[in-house]
């Protein structure tokens, strides 16, 4: 899957092929909601990489993320109730804020566009922004999580709000939340150089915390970011790390799959 790709490189890819990929993703993401479903799951665990060998060229490979596990889709026009299982709809490291919330999705598709805005992110600098909480795999958990993990939604929730990357975007005074205060937090990790300008622009419309105020699929595709190049952007078959089942280096992963999805 996608994410096994990022990890194994531990690193981002260039500009130009995460504008590629993005914008095949927000494509798919349009079609789905085109037909009234909301995918609630997207993540990078929840793509695979396909292979495309121009004939020009069997050296390289034009690699294109597929969506993969529908799953946990569902009618937008009829959402499910979150009275019962918050924590199980869509993995904590991907969510939308409003979904660790019991009750209806404001706009449900917009929990979709929050995270592409996520995996934009996670391609262009090869590390997750909000990460997961060690908490999750401590022992004072054990025993204290609800068969429908509600005490452990609330914990990751709290978490979240309160560390310093969320407060740096979000409640700052005096720096409203744009595309300027997502280049300063990169700018804070010496990261700036890896989100262009009319990237951060795109992830902070993806990323706005009233889902009224995210973009649809449909303007994702039609924002300046993942304006089609000249040419396709054409990733080296060696650029895509094979499999390794040891030995693979560090990278965000234990932070994601710690829902166990």
Not at 37 to 56: G, K, Q, T
Not at 98 to 104: I, K, L, S, T, V
Not at 179 to 194: P, T
Request: proline share 9%.
């Amino acid at each position: 899957d996608m994410f096994k790709v990022l990890d194994l490189r531990n690193r981002g890819y260039p500009a130009d092929v995460v504008r590629t990929w993005t914008r095949q993703i927000a494509g798919a993401l349009a079609a789905v909601h085109v037909n009234g479903r909301v995918f609630h799951d997207l993540s990078l665990e929840n793509m695979c990489l396909r292979y495309r060998v121009p004939a020009h060229d069997k050296d390289l490979g034009l690699c294109e993320p597929v969506l993969i596990d529908f799953g946990m889709t569902f009618d937008a026009a009829a959402p499910p109730a979150r009275a019962g299982c918050p924590f199980a709809m869509g993995k904590p490291f991907y969510k939308a804020p409003e979904q660790f919330e019991r009750g209806a999705y404001p706009v449900p598709c917009a929990v979709d566009i929050w995270s592409l805005g996520v995996c934009t992110l996670m391609w262009l600098t090869g590390h997750a922004v909000f990460d997961t909480p060690p908490l999750y795999s401590t022992p004072d958990t054990v025993g204290t999580i609800d068969t429908y993990g509600d005490n452990k939604t609330a914990r990751y929730h709290a978490h979240v709000v309160s560390t310093g990357v969320f407060r740096f975007l979000y409640a700052e005074p005096g720096h409203p939340f744009g595309k300027d205060r997502i280049r300063a937090l990169y700018g804070q990790w010496k990261e700036a150089h890896l989100v262009p300008n009319d990237a951060a622009d795109f992830v902070a419309k993806c990323l706005a915390l009233a889902p009224g105020a995210r973009m649809t699929a449909a303007e994702c595709r039609a924002h300046p970011f993942l304006a089609p190049a000249a040419a396709p952007a054409v990733v080296a078959a060696a650029a895509v790390p094979a499999f390794a089942p040891s030995g693979a280096p560090a990278g965000p992963a234990a932070a994601t799959d710690a829902d166990g999805d």
